[in-house]
């Protein structure tokens, strides 16, 4: 439709009916443009149209027609109807109504009208008004070049720090050729010259102001000003700092050695500061090693075991982190460690480790030392371990069914193992061959027993008269077994006998360990004999208490140990 009243607004012109014309030109919306030129030869009517409008833009061009007409007051008067102060301040300016251009240019806040009076104001030379004017149109550059050609250097700081970085740099050369050094500083660091102000801050002893611009330094700051910063704050026993900043000036060794002297502790993310990416140069990877393994020295001296493992391991040092991981006592983390290396030396590290754990408890403890020493092929260590195993079935339990078991196993590791020491093998093998036997006779005379009691007495007689029987079997549960089999007969004296005989043996031996409360009081009761010292505890109540505790661990066995 626009187009349509646009031409047929052409035609009505063409033929004389003017108001029709118009009507159409605001109907299409070219009103703006083709009514003034309309209406260009009839100024009254033009004038009369352009009052009667409420058009910004329309008084706007009829302000800019009067003002080449040099009708100012008028222009004036459209000019602040429309609401273009720029327009507005520099008509007023033409006229010499500097004080009415001020009001507008301060109640309106236009920049472009600030500008224009602040030129006016420069071109009068009046630079305090010029500077104010200039610095709210946010032109600080012209407002700080009249400032310092005044020496206004308090105005100039104020106006430099509400500029642009150039600006502040270019004020901060001003102060210092000036030697206000304190004020170049400062804008130095706020410009981004940081470089400049930490030079400046050293050849000035600005040192406050080193405080402040500690936290803005990155690496592309200059390593030498790093290294006299980190100086600065080593005088002043701020190590932190004095650490930070080498780590950006990309001294490592040294920042680690200050971390050890001064027992600052290594974070997580400094460590990851100082942790460099491999690289393809072989002297570059060598420095990256270095650094990450004195890094994992000083955290292992710490006590930061977790983060010293990682760092040997990033080094390639896996017995060192290993080692390190061993220390923090770390079981899961231990046992995860040594599955995921798959190195012989770390699988005995780890078994060796678990070994002093409480694995006679813990059958996956017991799995995983098993599994380490076989992976590791240390039989020799896997034949020690079932030995130990047997020891912890005799002395803790009385198992000798389960002893056995492990001393076959340790036998069997060791006749399959290489050591170097070929005599030393095959006496250490012949020993537990030795063992074996006098275990096997033991076990055979108590299911002997079980068939005809009389032959498995005489065979237990006959087991304590074996010379190395204290290797392999306890003597006192050869007794123990043979004094309750009297006590059973009711055949005291002999039991009695029995008691003294092992006493003989050992006279430091503990009665109760071996043979039950009850079963040593029936004995003494019936022959008369008061229950005294030396006869499973020094008094009655403590021997109570002994029995109660060997009838505890008698009852326990040490359920899912597996030998074969």
């Not at 806040?109 to 630079?127: I, N, V």
């Not at 982190?321 to 046992?335: P, Q, T």
């Not at 007689?461 to 123990?480: F, I, M, N, S, W």
């Amino acid at each position: 439709l626009r187009n349509t009243f646009y031409a047929f607004a052409k035609h009505l012109e063409s033929v004389g009916d003017l108001p029709a014309a118009i009507s159409c030109f605001e109907k299409s919306e070219t009103h703006r443009m083709e009514v003034p030129r309309l209406l260009l030869d009839i100024p009254h009517e033009l004038e009369a149209y352009v009052t009667k409008s409420t058009d910004g833009a329309l008084w706007k061009w009829w302000a800019s027609y009067l003002e080449s007409a040099g009708e100012m007051e008028a222009a004036v008067h459209f000019y602040e109807k429309c609401k273009a102060h720029q327009a507005h301040v520099r008509v007023l300016c033409y006229c010499g109504r500097l004080q009415e251009a001020n009001v507008v240019a301060l109640q309106s806040g236009d920049k472009s009208a600030c500008f224009h009076l602040a030129r006016q104001y420069e071109t009068m030379e009046m630079p305090m008004d010029a500077i104010k004017f200039y610095s709210k149109a946010t032109c600080f550059t012209n407002a700080i070049r009249l400032a310092k050609d005044l020496h206004m250097d308090n105005e100039l700081m104020n106006l430099a720090l509400q500029g642009t970085k150039e600006d502040m740099t270019d004020v901060a050369r001003y102060f210092e050729g000036a030697l206000m050094h304190d004020k170049a500083v400062l804008l130095y660091h706020k410009g981004g010259a940081v470089a400049k102000a930490l030079d400046l801050s050293f050849r000035t002893k600005q040192f406050s102001a080193l405080q402040s611009m500690a936290g803005d330094l990155d690496e592309t700051t200059d390593p030498e000003l790093l290294v006299k910063c980190s100086e600065f704050f080593q005088e002043h026993e701020q190590f932190d700092k004095a650490i930070d900043m080498l780590v950006i000036a990309k001294k490592y060794l040294e920042a680690l050695e200050l971390c050890m002297q001064h027992h600052i502790t290594i974070t997580d993310d400094l460590a990851e500061r100082m942790t460099l990416e491999k690289q393809d140069l072989a002297s570059e990877n060598e420095f990256r090693i270095q650094v990450l393994e004195r890094l994992a020295e000083i955290c292992e001296a710490q006590g930061s075991y977790h983060l010293a493992t990682k760092k040997f391991t990033q080094a390639g040092s896996r017995t060192k982190a290993m080692k390190a991981l061993l220390k923090s006592g770390d079981m899961e983390r231990i046992v995860f460690f040594a599955n995921v290396s798959r190195q012989r030396e770390l699988y005995v590290m780890a078994a060796n480790w678990l070994q002093q754990q409480d694995w006679r408890k813990d059958a996956e403890i017991m799995k995983n030392i098993i599994t380490y020493y076989t992976k590791a092929k240390a039989l020799d260590s896997l034949a020690g371990f079932y030995d130990s195993c047997a020891q912890v079935e005799i002395d803790d339990y009385q198992n000798y069914d389960k002893a056995l078991k492990a001393l076959t196993e340790a036998f069997k590791c060791l006749t399959k193992a290489k050591l170097k020491n070929v005599s030393t093998q095959e006496s250490q093998a012949t020993f537990i061959k030795q063992r074996i036997n006098i275990v096997e006779k033991f076990i055979d005379a108590k299911r002997a027993y079980e068939q005809d009691h009389n032959e498995g007495i005489s065979a237990m007689q006959l087991l304590l008269d074996e010379p190395d029987l204290e290797t392999a079997v306890r003597a006192g549960d050869v007794y123990g077994f043979m004094i309750e089999h009297m006590a059973r007969q009711e055949n005291f004296k002999q039991a009695f006998s029995l008691m003294q005989e092992m006493r003989q043996r050992d006279a430091s031996v503990n009665m109760a360990y071996f043979v039950n409360m009850a079963t040593i009081e029936r004995i003494h009761h019936s022959l008369g004999i008061p229950l005294g010292r030396g006869m499973g505890g020094e008094e009655m109540g403590d021997g109570e208490e002994i029995a109660d505790e060997v009838d505890d661990e008698v009852d326990v066995e040490l359920d899912g140990h597996a030998y074969a």
